[in-house]
């Protein structure tokens, strides 16, 4: 089925710059939106950025100035541009593709790539 693999963490000083790429392979159904999630010990996972077949985007408010996606439905790549990177910022990012169709809708995780900002 869907595999997501990302690169690209690492780690930077506040105030930096990652390009975060998710390579997709297997069969990506049209609607499907690719997306960029976080998550750090102890709290939730929250929505980054995620982007349609159409190229329409959402952002994070925190995010929304700083980081910019691009590729989805219907590529093989997702980049998460990712820039004026604070501490606020770290955390395990993970690259989601949100699968409509087949029914049922479902989601497909990458393992993650770890991004650090330090202060």
């Known amino acids: 089925q869907v595999q997501l693999v990302e690169s690209g963490g690492g780690l930077v000083q506040t105030g930096g710059s990652l390009r975060l790429s998710c390579v997709a392979s297997g069969e990506i159904s049209r609607g499907t939106y690719m997306g960029w999630y976080r998550q750090v010990p102890g709290k939730q996972r929250e929505l980054v950025a995620t982007?349609?077949?159409?190229?329409?985007?959402n952002y994070a408010a925190d995010v929304k100035d700083r980081f910019i996606i691009s590729g989805g439905s219907g590529t093989k790549t997702v980049v998460l541009q990712m820039n004026s990177l604070k501490p606020e910022d770290t955390a395990v990012y993970y690259c989601?593709?949100?699968?409509?169709?087949?029914?049922?809708?479902?989601?497909?995780w990458g393992q993650g790539t770890q991004v650090t900002v330090s202060s």
């Open positions: 989601n593709a949100f699968m409509v169709y087949p029914l049922p809708a479902r989601d497909y």
């Open positions: 982007i349609g077949e159409r190229g329409d985007t």
